[in-house]
């Protein structure tokens, strides 16, 4: 069973478009965290959020986390090729001193067309 | 910040031969480690984890087995590997109160 259901699975859009992506689960997380992963490489945290409600910025993107803290989401303001990538969410269930904790989503695998 | 070193960065095997993989941490002591696998452009899965020297945790079980001889190691290794362990393995390791993850490189395992 996944937890955490990322949609959509595959995402091409043009330069300068906008995009959101989701992370849904029915189960309640303590944290949720935005990973960026190139080919080849392994993944690089971009963003954690840890109370409900919460939205942070890193220039044009902007994550949300749920009221509930169940889902989340990253949106893309004017995509540029630079943006390509796989994005994946991770869900922590428990304290951070806790070892076994993310949980990672499917992923979204968005490239960005010049 | 820490870094991690993983090598080699790419590996093909024969169904049968042994495999060894091998993680070091630098830049902080005594982090959580974790093995993990990927399918391509997917999720990741947890293999291994582990708190200390000589602890391990299997989160499913499979033909692989990990070590942590010392602190800042992790090794993940298989007596005989079969055609379905092929994948990206990536290692991973947490420190303190830190939220996120830092990951290796990751090595590219292909068993033919």
């Known amino acids: 069973t996944q937890l955490l259901e990322q949609s959509p699975q595959f995402l091409s859009i043009q330069e300068g478009e906008n995009l959101t992506v989701y992370c849904n689960s029915s189960?309640?997380?303590?944290?949720l965290q935005w990973y960026r992963q190139e080919p080849g490489e392994g993944p690089v945290l971009l963003v954690t959020v840890v109370t409900g409600g919460e939205v942070k910025k890193l220039k044009r993107l902007t994550f949300q986390f749920g009221d509930a803290r169940k889902d989340s989401s990253l949106h893309i303001t004017a995509a540029q090729p630079g943006d390509t990538g796989l994005y994946l969410c991770?869900?922590?269930?428990?304290?951070?001193?806790?070892?076994?904790?993310?949980?990672f989503g499917s992923g979204t695998q968005l490239t960005v067309l010049p | 910040s820490q870094t991690i070193h993983q090598w080699p960065a790419t590996l093909v095997q024969p169904v049968g031969s042994p495999l060894s993989l091998e993680c070091t941490v630098e830049?902080?002591?005594?982090?959580?480690l974790y093995w993990y696998r990927q399918a391509a452009g997917r999720g990741l899965q947890l293999l291994f984890y582990?708190?200390?020297?000589?602890?391990i945790s299997s989160e499913v079980p499979q033909n692989l087995s990990a070590s942590r001889p010392q602190d800042r190691q992790f090794i993940l290794s298989s007596k005989k590997l079969l055609l379905s362990d092929s994948g990206f393995y990536l290692c991973a390791c947490k420190t303190g109160s830190n939220y996120g993850y830092t990951f290796g490189s990751g090595t590219r395992l292909t068993v033919v």
């Open positions: 189960s309640v997380f303590s944290s």
């Open positions: 991770a869900g922590a269930k428990s304290s951070s001193g806790s070892a076994r904790q993310l949980t």
């Open positions: 830049g902080t002591s005594n982090p959580n």
């Open positions: 582990s708190v200390g020297i000589g602890q």
